[in-house]
């Protein structure tokens, strides 16, 4: 059974930048399709990024494009959030997820795993 393991969030400043990281506990999710959701108290899981199984691929929800950047590196089994110009409304638990196909997906219900989550904070 595969792991997903986020980490890499914390407190940070509005303006500020934050590496979100995702490990896998094995390959198994080296043919799969990634994303990244978050959910801010009080509201639905909401699609953030997601990025197909070679990396050729990637969607951002319109709330993050231009601010951040969803990598993989498949050799090391991680996947990777880049997030610039951090704003308070981006509060949330970050979570990532590995898709059932290959290219990846901005439905929630299309990922069969899902890491714990890590906390992202941006104070105004």
């Known amino acids: 059974q595969g792991r997903l393991t986020e980490s890499g969030g914390g407190l940070v400043q509005a303006g500020g930048s934050l590496r979100l990281s995702c490990a896998a506990s094995s390959r198994m999710f080296s043919n799969n399709g990634l994303g990244w959701f978050r959910q801010a108290p009080g509201k639905d899981r909401e699609f953030v990024a997601t990025i197909s199984w070679n990396g050729g691929r990637t969607i951002y929800a319109d709330a993050v494009k231009g601010r951040f950047t969803v990598s993989r590196d498949n050799a090391q089994n991680t996947m990777y959030l880049q997030m610039n110009s951090l704003q308070p409304e981006d509060t949330a638990v970050y979570y990532c997820?590995?898709?059932?196909?290959?290219?990846?997906?901005?439905?929630?219900?299309?990922?069969?795993?899902w890491g714990q989550g890590t906390q992202v904070t941006v104070s105004s």
């Open positions: 997820a590995a898709d059932r196909g290959a290219s990846g997906s901005s439905y929630a219900s299309n990922y069969r795993y």
